[in-house]
């Protein structure tokens, strides 16, 4: 691979990566936590709901208080009035005022001595009030609160709304007005029968003050939530994301060309699905390192098979240019026949032994009866003969039928070249057995010949590509080495197995055992 195409990818790698920090799940996860407190923050605007009731119910209970005023000024003289209404505010904690119908003012509470009714000046109250007003100003001002006027002296009784309105309705009313501390002021005003009208003013500073009690208690909730959120928001994302990245950087390097030298961590100690994840990536680039180990040395098992015929094809091809005998130009040209013949049939294996993988990958897998393939082989191969008068026997099972799930055409190759292995190595007029039977829920399948049998030490060797261990007598060159491997690789792709072994009723002879998971027949 040119460095410049390796630089390219390693740019793109690294911008992909960058990328993906723009939408970190660090920060998702952060965002969603966050959102979640946000709604929580909306209590904040329940307070100001909360505010508004308690309101409403200090109004009608003001406007209570006056109409019993009222009452119990009609009740007396009106020169006992004035001992009456100091009780009064003494004991409702209010400001009461004797308005004439001119709006004159007949009595004040506060003249009579009762200043139980006072504004603080918000000029001398300390840095925490005014933060606690200037919240209140933000909290009114996002939630659109409706904004109360400001409370002013009135010099005359027709300028108090709540005098106006109980004058010409003869009903109690009553008004919420807005200090200059940003407390709210509730006025109401009766009328008496003789004329006058009541009018008493209450500050009504704890309301305010309990609102910003459930504020503070809201915000110190709010904030330990906060922080024990983040915190295992940042935890929850670092048990996530490092693993990840991890991962992600170890499969960058993969696809960069660097299998060989990256080991993808499998994080043994993780039980979750990031664990999971990881084993499956490690499993899958060991795989892959196993693939390519395997294809590199196939192609160098290719070149060294295609090495030998070609170097024979090429000292014929120079012998025949300098030999002038008849006879050794026929043998050369038998030579050339024979090398050529080779390299045909070792590279019709060699295409199909490369594409045997993929193709089973893709395979659609159909019930097979095992028992009417064989027999079917069989037949076939006795109609052309079996040569140097080789017996071929079927002990067939009796029962229900051997059924896997396979590919046929694929099953068929595998069962050829067991009977044409079995042939080649068998003497003259040998006699070759197949059985099939069930054996623990597999389908057991057994090829016996009587040749010299294959060497315990050489047993795993013959399923190896290119090995060969082939009678005497039979001509160099005729078989690629192939053959074997083949089946030992459409075996395993049925979830199977294949073996030689020796047989035991003999002294010689060799015994090739194919297994494969037997499937329901009612499919068939």
Do not use: C
């Not at 130009?329 to 019709?348: E, F, G, K, N, T």
Request: hydrophobic share 45%.
């Amino acid at each position: 691979m040119a460095p410049d195409t390796v630089s390219a990818r390693s740019e793109g790698s690294d911008l992909a990566l960058r990328w993906s920090g723009r939408v970190s799940l660090t920060r998702r996860i952060l965002a969603i936590n966050i959102l979640a407190l946000l709604l929580l923050a909306g209590g904040f605007f329940y307070l100001d709901s909360y505010r508004s009731r308690i309101l409403d119910s200090r109004v009608d209970q003001a406007t209570q208080e006056a109409r019993l005023i009222a009452e119990a000024l009609n009740a007396v003289s009106p020169n006992l009035r004035d001992p009456l209404i100091v009780r009064l505010a003494t004991d409702t904690g209010t400001r009461i005022r004797l308005y004439a119908r001119d709006g004159s003012l007949i009595v004040d509470s506060r003249a009579l001595g009762k200043r139980n009714f006072l504004l603080l000046d918000p000029d001398k109250d300390d840095w925490g009030q005014k933060a606690a007003r200037f919240l209140d100003a933000g909290i009114d001002t996002v939630v659109g609160a409706t904004r109360a006027p400001l409370y002013r002296e009135r010099d005359n009784g027709q300028g108090w709304p709540d005098v106006r309105a109980a004058q010409a309705r003869r009903v109690a009313s009553g008004t919420v007005w807005r200090a200059p501390d940003r407390t709210p002021v509730i006025t109401a005003a009766a009328p008496l029968d003789d004329g006058p009208i009541v009018l008493t003013a209450i500050n009504t500073r704890d309301i305010i003050q309990r609102v910003r009690v459930e504020r503070f208690r809201l915000s110190m909730v709010l904030l330990i939530v906060t922080i024990v959120s983040v915190l295992l928001s940042l935890f929850l994302a670092r048990t996530i994301v490092r693993p990840l990245r991890r991962l992600a950087r170890a499969a960058v390097r993969v696809r960069l060309g660097r299998a060989r030298e990256v080991v993808v961590p499998r994080l043994p100690e993780r039980k979750d699905e990031i664990g999971m994840l990881a084993r499956a990536l490690s499993d899958m680039s060991l795989a892959l390192r196993a693939r390519i180990d395997a294809t590199e040395a196939f192609a160098a098992d290719v070149t060294h098979e295609m090495k030998n015929p070609l170097a024979s094809l090429r000292s014929a091809v120079d012998g025949l240019a300098q030999v002038k005998d008849p006879v050794l130009q026929a043998r050369l040209l038998a030579i050339v026949q024979d090398d050529v013949q080779r390299l045909d049939r070792l590279i019709s294996d060699i295409s199909e032994a490369s594409r045997l993988d993929a193709q089973l990958s893709r395979a659609k897998f159909e019930p097979v009866d095992i028992n009417a393939m064989i027999a079917g082989l069989l037949h076939q191969r006795e109609d052309r003969g079996v040569e140097r008068g080789v017996r071929l026997r079927f002990d067939q099972p009796g029962g229900d039928a051997l059924i896997v799930s396979g590919e046929g055409a694929r099953l068929e190759r595998v069962f050829e070249n067991l009977i044409d292995n079995a042939i080649s190595f068998s003497p003259d007029d040998g006699l070759i057995t197949i059985g099939a039977r069930r054996d623990d829920g597999d389908l057991e399948v057994r090829f016996e010949d009587e040749g010299p049998g294959v060497p315990e030490d050489a047993r795993e060797d013959v399923f190896r590509r290119f090995q060969s261990i082939r009678p005497q007598s039979e001509a160099f060159g005729q078989h690629s080495g192939l053959g074997l491997a083949i089946a030992r690789t459409i075996v395993e792709a049925h979830q199977g197995a294949i073996a030689v072994e020796s047989r035991e009723d003999r002294l010689s002879g060799a015994r090739f055992v194919v297994r494969l998971p037997l499937s329901d027949p009612g499919i068939m």
